[in-house]
């Protein structure tokens, strides 16, 4: 884990201050360059960027206003070595300002940010592996600063390493639930005859204190390793504020302004809506254009994905779509279902709402524990991701529900997802059907490695079984060895069962052992059955 | 049925016939010019085409050598009315012939080619509904004669108004099925030392008798209102003549040749491949771009797609395929399934390979009837289509294989797709989901009008309900009153339930009966119930 302090903040007192100052910053770290001006007008109007360079290398990044007559110049160096900057701005006082530093090699656990590996793989920038376990924290920078911390707090407990959260401001039904803070300038708020609120909004003018807030609370997310999917529109505004509709040019400047503040961190991936097709009078045009817009002005190249409501799929094959997110639970009732998006798509596949665990009344809200876990456990057998999401309240303590508000972790299902990680990442590839649309139950990580998902269903013996398959990896030979452990993912032990497997020629396109022997199940349900082969 | 003579060939003697005669053509009927030419040079090498005029419309088509010194330029009018023709030709014979004709009313049975209707469903171009239920006789126009007419003769019987057929020859293990008819020139045909066939083409000439055998069954099958869904490349070659590594320009040019041939048949569709990705050395941007030439030069823009291997999938966001054809059978395990598919693509889908129904030993091809017709209902209730095709080999009769080769239909689930489309096209719409990703049995057909499937499952009695949800329909509201069909899709049966069920309002997402009443059901799988809201 990271210190704070890795997020160096350069306080250049003047120009001639970076002649003498040797800046350190770690690679995919963030420099900051601080700059002082009192703007005559409207001083978020101000032009202000700044141009790193290192050997061929340029990167042209926005700065932006932070209140206080302070601007702020946020860059990450995608490389190690020295960076000299230079900036241009409308003001005098901010343009042709000049210096570098020098970008010394990551820390552990700064592996940078993370990327696609290949057709339907992620990994680190420094070549590690990533697979996403997520969760779900729509308000985790929006709630009281006491719930905030909860969040957090329960995140570095959990396991996962990604969630999703909302920029703006979410509607909730209770008091209790009001954000308290907002993203740009109030000039007017009033009540009317009938008590209900209404909020003019200075939209030309941000509030430096909310996104302050949201960088604090990504830093503390990259402190723990947590990957921060920024939801950036949403459709839960239900005519209180206003941000679902706010004109194009004020979406743009928006986005620019949040780019320029949380793009130089590593950990940040963009989720241009959650349910698009709910934002009112917003067009898939209007949603295409804005994605190009934030593709184009993000200078690192950012994960990037949009997301709709229920099995509403969107125009993936966008090539500023890094990845595919989506609200669906049909591709996780089988792995073999599962498999068919990730055959379908020549990209990455997260499905970001399947439904949560929980006990709202709401059919997407009450899933139990098991039924989460199943589903989870049957995504990334089919070779996808899926996310995890709690929608418990509890009358007898605070209305929070974890999913949407924050706070703790009530439920069963996140123990096991972070079990489950624990397990795949021993695995030398992710998991992807063996023998995809035939073997609905294999699995491999690779050469020698797979998986057999049992799911629901309680069986009281196995018998050693492989296809013949093994999707592109060396296929299973006749007189191989292997081990089998019995994972049993709900009550999270491994197992190891007695003795050594070998393998028959293949007969009708699987593999048996020669002995014809069974593994012997306890008759519980969600056992995944590990099969490795033994080396020579 | 149409007959033949509505396919009307227009000698022209001279071109000062034309000024007397008044020639007919049925709207989307196929007009054809036949001019005599003795070329010099190689024949097909001679540019022909011709632009057909009506008012403002302008179409201009290929000709086409066809033997014989003589040249045929044919053309469907899209419209009824005068259209007037002139030729446009590098020999002089051939150029400057200009005529008319007068397209008339379609008459009974000819709707016009088959398009796409809104998102996921077709139509013929005179808007009437059309559902593919297609087979497969990949050999079709390439056996001997007697065997193309036994094929015809089983499918005029069976009820499927599509067919896959390729166009290239198909090589196979056994003597009896060796292709007798080629579409090129023999240079020259070798015997080596050890017994293998040596063919040496000129690519440069087709053979017209090759390509005349192939209107004559595209023709027939047009009588019989089946569409030719004709695959243009195919990885069945297996080294024996190399009509799978022609270099691009025989491909473009034996492209151009059929499309000239054929392109005026209303009934033809292009499936750019069978199992694209196991044709080697092609690149998916070749691919591409055969596939762009095909778009191009079509005038009548066909219906077009590409089918790859198991769980392969194309690039079906490309504007010039207007459906996805796949071969995969995950989707086809449930509706649920098959609906995420309907989800993801904003095009018709046609699962055109689930595997067969069969007795050979491959597991692709030994599908007993009955999960053939639950694999194909699957499909059609989560709002996709599925091909059907049998796979019997009887040691006892010649060795023929229905999927391939031909000859007669031997199985069982035939009788059931064609019992199924009866049913479906009662309906008001094809079906789809009522409740996508969430109700996994009941589909919708419009305002009031579902189906519930029960699938491979044995149950006693149904309870009525329907979800509240109703795709983009009418939800139903309380106070309706519906009836109840069972129907037995393996013993093709109907059978009303006494009684209308009236229903409540909407509980936890489902409506009711309001005396909560049962059905009973007999004790048999594959139980389709229809629910249709009795008229007030």
Redesign the interface.
């Given at each position: 884990m990271k210190k704070l302090t890795l997020l160096l903040t350069v306080l250049l007192l003047g120009a001639a201050t970076s002649l003498f100052a040797r800046t350190e910053v770690e690679r995919w770290g963030c420099f900051e360059l601080r700059l002082n001006h009192a703007a005559k007008a409207n001083p978020f109007d101000v032009a202000l960027s700044a141009t790193f360079t290192n050997g061929d290398r340029k990167i042209v990044v926005r700065g932006f206003y932070d209140g206080d007559d302070t601007y702020l110049v946020r860059f990450m160096p995608p490389v190690e070595g020295e960076w000299r900057y230079t900036t241009r701005s409308s003001a005098a006082a901010l343009n042709r300002r000049s210096g570098s530093f020098v970008a010394v090699p990551p820390a552990a656990g700064n592996h940078g940010p993370v990327e696609v590996d290949g057709d339907h793989g992620f990994r680190y920038a420094d070549g590690s592996r990533y697979m996403p376990f997520g969760t779900t924290n729509y308000a985790l920078a929006l709630f009281r600063p006491e719930t905030q911390e909860a969040t957090i707090h329960s995140l570095a407990a959990s396991g996962f390493n990604k969630t999703r959260l909302c920029v703006l401001p979410k509607d909730y039904p209770t008091p209790l639930e009001a954000p308290t803070i907002f993203p740009f300038e109030l000039r007017s708020r009033t009540v009317d005859a009938e008590g209900k609120e209404h909020f003019e909004w200075d939209f030309e003018r941000f509030n430096p204190a909310f996104f302050r807030n949201l960088d604090h609370r990504i830093r503390q997310l990259q402190e723990l390793g947590i990957e921060a999917d920024l939801i950036l529109f949403h459709p839960y505004d239900r005519g209180m504020w206003g941000f679902d509709k706010m004109p194009e040019e004020i979406n743009r400047r928006y986005l620019d302004y949040l780019i320029a503040r949380v793009g130089a961190y590593r950990n940040v991936w963009w989720s241009m809506a959650n349910e698009w097709d709910l934002v009112r009078n917003r067009t898939v045009e209007e949603w295409k254009d804005l994605t190009r817009h934030v593709a184009a002005t993000d200078p690192y190249g950012h994960l990037c994905s949009i997301h709709g409501g229920?099995?509403?799929?969107f125009?993936y094959?966008m090539p500023e779509f890094t990845h595919v997110s989506i609200q669906?639970?049909?591709?996780v009732?089988?792995a073999?279902?599962a498999?068919?998006?990730r055959?379908?798509f020549?990209k990455p596949v997260i499905c970001d709402e399947i439904g949560y665990e929980g006990n709202l009344p709401l059919?997407w809200a009450r899933y139990s524990p098991q039924l989460m876990t199943y589903y989870v456990t049957n995504g990334l057998m089919g070779g996808i991701y899926v996310t995890h999401g709690e929608c418990y309240r509890d009358p007898s303590e605070e209305d929070f529900v974890y999913w949407s508000d924050g706070s703790i972790l009530r439920g069963g299902s996140w123990q096991r997802i972070a079990f489950l990680r624990r397990i795949l990442e021993e695995g030398p590839n992710p998991p992807r059907m063996a023998d995809?649309?035939?073997d609905?139950k294999t699995s491999t990580a690779g050469d020698g490695y797979y998986y057999v998902w049992l799911g629901q269903s309680i069986q009281s013996s196995w018998r050693f079984n492989l296809p013949a398959s093994n999707a592109r990896y060396r296929r299973p030979q006749e007189g191989e060895r292997y081990r089998v452990d019995i994972i049993d993912v709900w009550a999270m032990t491994v197992t190891e069962v007695p003795g050594v497997f070998e393998t028959t020629k293949p007969i009708?396109?699987r593999l048996y052992d020669k002995h014809h022997r069974d593994v012997r199940l306890p008759d519980v349900p969600y056992l995944l059955l590990r099969i490795r082969r033994v080396a020579e």
């Amino acid at each position: 884990m990271k210190k704070l302090t890795l997020l160096l903040t350069v306080l250049l007192l003047g120009a001639a201050t970076s002649l003498f100052a040797r800046t350190e910053v770690e690679r995919w770290g963030c420099f900051e360059l601080r700059l002082n001006h009192a703007a005559k007008a409207n001083p978020f109007d101000v032009a202000l960027s700044a141009t790193f360079t290192n050997g061929d290398r340029k990167i042209v990044v926005r700065g932006f206003y932070d209140g206080d007559d302070t601007y702020l110049v946020r860059f990450m160096p995608p490389v190690e070595g020295e960076w000299r900057y230079t900036t241009r701005s409308s003001a005098a006082a901010l343009n042709r300002r000049s210096g570098s530093f020098v970008a010394v090699p990551p820390a552990a656990g700064n592996h940078g940010p993370v990327e696609v590996d290949g057709d339907h793989g992620f990994r680190y920038a420094d070549g590690s592996r990533y697979m996403p376990f997520g969760t779900t924290n729509y308000a985790l920078a929006l709630f009281r600063p006491e719930t905030q911390e909860a969040t957090i707090h329960s995140l570095a407990a959990s396991g996962f390493n990604k969630t999703r959260l909302c920029v703006l401001p979410k509607d909730y039904p209770t008091p209790l639930e009001a954000p308290t803070i907002f993203p740009f300038e109030l000039r007017s708020r009033t009540v009317d005859a009938e008590g209900k609120e209404h909020f003019e909004w200075d939209f030309e003018r941000f509030n430096p204190a909310f996104f302050r807030n949201l960088d604090h609370r990504i830093r503390q997310l990259q402190e723990l390793g947590i990957e921060a999917d920024l939801i950036l529109f949403h459709p839960y505004d239900r005519g209180m504020w206003g941000f679902d509709k706010m004109p194009e040019e004020i979406n743009r400047r928006y986005l620019d302004y949040l780019i320029a503040r949380v793009g130089a961190y590593r950990n940040v991936w963009w989720s241009m809506a959650n349910e698009w097709d709910l934002v009112r009078n917003r067009t898939v045009e209007e949603w295409k254009d804005l994605t190009r817009h934030v593709a184009a002005t993000d200078p690192y190249g950012h994960l990037c994905s949009i997301h709709g409501g229920t099995a509403v799929y969107f125009d993936y094959g966008m090539p500023e779509f890094t990845h595919v997110s989506i609200q669906d639970e049909a591709p996780v009732f089988t792995a073999s279902a599962a498999a068919t998006l990730r055959q379908i798509f020549p990209k990455p596949v997260i499905c970001d709402e399947i439904g949560y665990e929980g006990n709202l009344p709401l059919r997407w809200a009450r899933y139990s524990p098991q039924l989460m876990t199943y589903y989870v456990t049957n995504g990334l057998m089919g070779g996808i991701y899926v996310t995890h999401g709690e929608c418990y309240r509890d009358p007898s303590e605070e209305d929070f529900v974890y999913w949407s508000d924050g706070s703790i972790l009530r439920g069963g299902s996140w123990q096991r997802i972070a079990f489950l990680r624990r397990i795949l990442e021993e695995g030398p590839n992710p998991p992807r059907m063996a023998d995809v649309s035939r073997d609905t139950k294999t699995s491999t990580a690779g050469d020698g490695y797979y998986y057999v998902w049992l799911g629901q269903s309680i069986q009281s013996s196995w018998r050693f079984n492989l296809p013949a398959s093994n999707a592109r990896y060396r296929r299973p030979q006749e007189g191989e060895r292997y081990r089998v452990d019995i994972i049993d993912v709900w009550a999270m032990t491994v197992t190891e069962v007695p003795g050594v497997f070998e393998t028959t020629k293949p007969i009708d396109y699987r593999l048996y052992d020669k002995h014809h022997r069974d593994v012997r199940l306890p008759d519980v349900p969600y056992l995944l059955l590990r099969i490795r082969r033994v080396a020579e």
